[in-house]
């Protein structure tokens, strides 16, 4: 199984129904994209304060490497990509992936 995490830094004038919504666009993927068998995402939570201006969070978990690669170049993944930039506070530079085989 592969964790996807992607860690956001969305502007804060994004209001919380247009965040939503990308969001529910992203976990909807896994009725177009085979392989995807989770999805959960969140604002930043923790009074660590340790987030360094990321504050929205998500993860996606797949079968194998094989569906996360599919996920990756998938044409409704790059679409939904587009979405979240518009939402972010400094484009790709706004972004952490990190990803990790169980």
Do not use: Q
């Amino acid at each position: 199984m592969i964790v996807h995490m992607v860690l956001l830094k969305v502007k804060s004038t994004v209001r919380k129904p247009k965040l939503a919504k990308v969001m529910e666009s992203i976990g909807a993927l896994a009725e177009v994209i085979p392989g995807i068998t989770s999805f959960s995402w969140g604002p930043y939570s923790s009074p660590e304060g340790m987030n360094k201006g990321f504050n929205v969070g998500f993860c996606s978990t797949f079968r194998n490497a094989k569906a996360r690669d599919r996920y990756l170049t998938h044409p409704a993944h790059e679409k939904v990509k587009l979405d979240v930039l518009e939402l972010l506070d400094g484009g790709v530079d706004a972004v952490i992936a990190f990803d990790y085989e169980e």
